[in-house]
């Protein structure tokens, strides 16, 4: 059965850095494109970045240059490297596998909080 375990969040101060993990398994990690999302309260989930099966990446506007995506295929891990983070960050962050047209495959996981504040 598919699995998609979302790791590493926290409390962080504004500035502050965080690096969350997204171990999956039940399905061929490496030949799927995979995302992270994030959901705030009150907001709908919104696409944070994705990356293809080959290491192509692209970013939403408000995360770029601060955030950076990557994935270990051995692994079968994608990982979100979040950097001078702001309170408008606060959010549970979510992965998914992707299709070939971006769309999220699987049932979301629980997520993970992050919570950017002094």
């Known amino acids: 059965?598919?699995?998609?375990?979302?790791?590493?969040g926290g409390l962080v101060q504004p500035g502050g850095s965080l690096r969350l993990s997204c171990a999956a398994s039940g399905f061929a990690f490496s030949t799927y494109h995979m995302g992270w999302y994030?959901?705030?309260?009150?907001?709908?989930r919104e696409t944070v970045a994705r990356i293809t099966?080959?290491?192509?990446?692209n970013y939403a506007d408000s995360v770029k240059g601060r955030f950076t995506i990557s994935?270990?295929?051995a692994k079968n891990t994608v990982y979100l490297q979040m950097s001078s983070l702001k309170p408008?960050?606060?959010?549970v962050y979510y992965c998914n596998a992707l299709t070939a047209g971006w769309v999220p495959v699987y049932s979301w996981g629980q997520g993970t909080q992050v919570t950017v504040s002094s």
């Open 1 to 8: 059965q598919v699995q998609l375990v979302e790791s590493g």
């Open 53 to 57: 099966g080959r290491g192509t990446t």
């Open 38 to 44: 994030r959901q705030a309260p009150g907001k709908q």
């Open 88 to 91: 408008e960050d606060t959010a």
């Open 71 to 73: 994935r270990d295929n």
